[in-house]
T-cell receptor, first 108, second 123 residues
Framework: SSELTQDPAVSVALGQTVTITCQGD??????TSWYQQHPGQAPVLVTY???DRPSGIPDRFSGSSSGNTASLTITGAQAEDGAVYYC???????????FGGGTTLTVL | QVTLRESGPALGKPTQALTLTCTFS??????????VSWIRQPPGKALEWLAR???????YYNTALKTRLTISKDTSKNQVVLTLTDVHPVDTGNYYC???????????????WGKGTTFTVSS
């Protein structure tokens, strides 16, 4: 079936590096974008494509992909990076889109 | 400056239809590669992609909700309308619209979002 699977929660010490993953069969064929959502706010696009960021997104955010797994890495996590992160990509048909279940990142 | 604003009823009863309007500025849906997407989020739960309409009027729907969803655009008014029929309590949540642009990689990137509108289904 077409779905994107994320770990529900991940934690990282302040200033350390953390990787959030997203798994799905369709990711072998399609790029993944990542969205950050703080409580009570709309999501924000943080990475997309091979490893691109919209203007204004810090370069500590990077994206990568291998096989059926896409990853979002935060190098030197800051307190303000604590949020829920969602991966987003197409399903196997290529004509429908979907989000992963989200990963809550806690910065300790 | 690109902005989007969602509007619609705050409350609805089971089996009714929900009509939401996304009013935007700072871009045109006449522009090649431009789209508007709708996304919703039940309280405390994950984001769910609902639908997208492209500049050339191509439309795409969430597979599970396809029979209940209709998306349309009025380019002259800079508006996109989403209708969800036969609502039930599981349709309660925040509904967002987002400007969506096709990237060089063929992705559809939701790069600017509205603040969302809350809709609750209750009898």
């Amino acid at each position: 079936s077409s779905e994107l699977t994320q770990d529900p929660a991940v934690s990282v010490a302040l200033g350390q590096t953390v990787t959030i993953t997203c798994q799905g069969d369709s990711l072998r064929n399609y790029y993944t974008s990542w969205y950050q959502q703080h409580p009570g706010q709309a999501p924000v696009l943080v990475t997309y494509g091979k490893n691109d960021r919209p203007s204004g997104i810090p370069d500590r955010f990077s994206g990568s992909s291998s096989g059926n797994t896409a990853s979002l890495t935060i190098t030197g996590a800051q307190a303000e990076d604590g949020a829920v992160y969602y991966c987003y990509s197409r399903d196997n048909s290529g004509n429908h889109w979907m989000f992963g279940g989200g990963t809550t990142l806690t910065v300790l | 400056q690109v902005t989007l604003r969602e509007s619609g009823p705050a409350l609805g009863k089971p089996t009714q239809a929900l009509t939401l309007t996304c009013t935007f500025s700072g871009f045109s849906l006449d522009t090649s590669g431009m789209s508007v997407s709708w996304i919703r989020q039940p309280p405390g739960k994950a984001l769910e992609w609902l639908a997208r309409i492209d500049w050339d009027d191509d439309k795409y729907y969430n597979t599970a909700l396809k029979t209940r969803l209709t998306i349309s655009k009025d380019t002259s008014k800079n508006q996109v309308v989403l209708t969800l029929t036969d609502v039930h309590p599981v349709d309660t949540g925040n509904y967002y619209c987002a400007r969506t642009q096709r990237s060089l990689y063929g992705e559809y990137l939701m790069d600017v979002w509205g603040k969302g509108t809350t809709f609750t289904v209750s009898s």
